[in-house]
């Protein structure tokens, strides 16, 4: 069985520096773009940044640009979140997301919390 999980949110102060990490199992992803999203509350679900195969490129929405890096270790089978100087409006429920095929993400996490205080 195919999972991801998410980890690493929390609730912490605007400026602060959080790093999420999406786990996965049941089957390798290095070969497979792999991406982070979010969703505030009572917005649509935005792409945050998508991390190409073999990790070899990445591009960002432009509101975290220059503040969130993606990365991954493949001998982990783990992508990472790297985000710097939040914001209140960096508010949401941040989910990975693995395998982009016929338009979508074949595999997706439960999510994890992140709260940013002003």
């Known amino acids: 069985q195919v999972q991801l999980v998410e980890s690493g949110g929390g609730l912490v102060q605007a400026g602060a520096s959080l790093t999420l990490s999406c786990a996965a199992s049941?089957?390798?992803?290095?070969?497979?773009?792999m991406a982070w999203f979010r969703q505030a509350p009572g917005k649509e679900r935005e792409l945050v940044g998508v991390?190409?195969?073999?990790?070899?490129?990445?591009s960002y929405a432009g509101s975290v640009k220059g503040r969130f890096t993606i990365s991954r270790d493949n001998a982990k089978n783990t992508m990472y979140l790297q985000m710097n100087s939040l914001k209140p409006d960096d508010t949401a429920v941040y989910y990975c997301?693995?395998?982009?095929?016929?338009?979508?993400?074949?595999?997706w996490g439960q999510g994890t919390q992140v709260t940013i205080s002003s």
């Open positions: 991390n190409s195969a073999n990790g070899g490129s990445t």
């Open positions: 997301a693995a395998v982009y095929r016929r338009g979508q993400y074949a595999y």
């Open positions: 049941g089957r390798t992803f290095s070969g497979d773009l």
